[in-house]
T-cell receptor, first 115, second 110 residues
C-alpha cells in the first residue's frame, strides 16, 4: 500500500498522560499536514511541514502539542498532559507541492479518546 | 475556523437518484476540493477544481465552481448505496492549508 499511513489507529489514554502519533506520508511527497477532526465537524488545520521545516502552526496547537518531521519523511505529533478536550480524530495528509497547491492525500487517522 | 458551509447538512435518497450538495466559502481561493469520508474513517479525495475552471467531471461526479458567488456544487449521478458517506468541500483560502466546511451527510437507500 503506497498511501498515507498512521499509527496507532486508536488510542485510549487517561487525562494527564502523554501520547505520540506517527504519520508516514506517500514516499515522494514533500509536504505533510496534520489536521484534527471532532465529531460532526470538518477537519481543522493544525500544522504542516515542507520537507523537515515546520512552516505554519495553527493557534489550535497549544504549547502541549509538538510536531516533528526530523528527516523530511515520517512525522510525529505529541500531545503532553492530555485533556478530555483533546479527544478527536487526528488526520495526517501529504502532497507533492510544485507551487500549485496540489491535492492532499489523507491517511486513515488516529482516533484519540482521553478519559 | 470553518471556511464555508455545505448545504444541505443531510440528504437521503434512493439508489439510482442523483444527489446534489452545495458548498459556499468566504474568501478568494486558488482551488476547491471535494472529499468523501465514510463513517469515522479517513478522507478520500474525489476531485479538485481550480479557480479558473467552471466545471469538471470524474466518472459519476460533476463539480461546478462559481467564483463570483463563492460557491461550488457536487453532483453524484445514479447514486449507489456505497456512496453513503459524508462529503466535504475544502478550499485553500489562498494559503497552503485546507479549510473544510461542515460536511453533507448523504444516505443512499437500496
Amino acid at each position: 500500500d503506497t498511501g498515507v499511513s498512521q499509527n496507532p489507529r486508536h488510542k485510549i489514554t487517561k487525562r494527564g498522560q502523554n501520547v505520540t502519533f506517527r504519520c508516514d506520508p506517500i514516499s515522494e511527497h514533500n509536504r505533510l499536514y496534520w489536521y484534527r477532526q471532532t465529531l460532526g465537524q470538518g477537519p481543522e488545520f493544525l500544522t504542516y511541514f515542507q520537507n523537515e521545516a515546520q512552516l505554519e502552526k495553527s493557534r489550535l496547537l497549544s504549547d502541549r502539542f509538538s510536531a516533528e518531521r526530523p528527516k523530511g519523511s515520517f512525522s510525529t505529533l505529541e500531545i503532553q498532559r492530555t485533556e478530555q478536550g483533546d479527544s478527536a480524530m487526528y488526520l495526517c495528509a501529504s502532497s507533492f507541492e510544485t507551487g500549485g497547491r496540489e491535492t492532499q492525500y489523507f491517511g486513515p487517522g488516529t482516533r484519540l479518546l482521553v478519559l | 475556523s470553518q471556511q464555508g458551509e455545505e448545504d444541505p447538512q443531510a440528504l437521503s435518497i434512493q439508489e439510482g437518484e442523483n444527489a446534489t450538495m452545495n458548498c459556499s466559502y468566504k474568501t478568494s481561493i486558488n482551488n476547491l476540493q471535494w472529499y468523501r469520508q465514510n463513517s469515522g474513517r479517513g478522507l478520500v479525495h474525489l476531485i479538485l477544481i481550480r479557480s479558473n475552471e467552471r466545471e469538471k467531471h470524474s466518472g459519476r461526479l460533476r463539480v461546478t465552481l462559481d467564483t463570483s458567488k463563492k460557491s461550488s456544487s457536487l453532483l453524484i449521478t445514479a447514486s449507489r448505496a456505497a456512496d453513503t458517506a459524508s462529503y466535504f468541500c475544502a478550499t485553500d483560502e489562498g494559503t497552503d492549508k485546507l479549510i473544510f466546511g461542515t460536511g453533507t451527510r448523504l444516505q443512499v437507500f437500496p
